[in-house]
């Protein structure tokens, strides 16, 4: 249990995330642009997005118990015990953390016709013209986000559903 002060708010952990976020989209530009040149399905960049994005936060928790964002933000991941994250524990974070993120947008990607993917799209196609299930899987993606941000808010230490899958913590650091 943490004490009251190394508990961080929500607003220090959302600009972590983002400084992490925009970290890697510098990154995925040029990786994206070549692996689309690589293939044609928009499904196997998001699924290697996704491992890159996995590789990203097991590596950098698993070595410093921070991402760059967090150092940023002053924040550090520690395991429920006390002692530095281990490797799988980092693992299992990142992978609870992001399959409900990327999960949907990849599940977006394959029930999307086609002629709605930009590199595929047939003269004259209206990409922005959705079909209903993926506004639905769009609805269904901001419902899980708002309750994870529920119930991590509602946890004494603030412990979000990725920590307590992995016994770890996230703390502020003086």
Not at 145 to 165: E, G, Y
Request: proline share 9%; charged share 15%.
């Amino acid at each position: 249990m943490l004490m009251q002060n190394e508990i961080p708010g929500m607003g220090r952990r959302l600009a972590g995330l983002i400084v992490d976020l925009l970290m890697l989209l510098l990154a995925h530009v040029p990786i994206s642009l070549a692996l689309r040149e690589m293939t044609p399905s928009p499904v196997v960049v998001l699924v290697l997005d996704y491992c890159i994005l996995l590789v990203y936060s097991t590596v950098f928790l698993s070595r410093r118990g921070q991402t760059p964002g967090k150092v940023m933000t002053s924040l550090r991941v520690i395991s429920a015990d006390g002692g530095a994250v281990t490797q799988q524990q980092a693992f299992i974070r990142a992978l609870v953390k992001w399959t409900p993120v990327l999960g949907g947008v990849v599940l977006q990607a394959l029930i999307a016709p086609p002629d709605l993917h930009p590199r595929q799209a047939a003269p004259g196609a209206d990409p922005g013209e959705l079909g209903p299930q993926v506004a639905l899987v769009e609805v269904i993606q901001l419902g899980i986000w708002l309750a994870l941000i529920l119930i991590t808010r509602r946890h004494p230490d603030r412990q979000a559903p990725h920590d307590r899958v992995a016994a770890t913590l996230v703390m502020r650091l003086p």
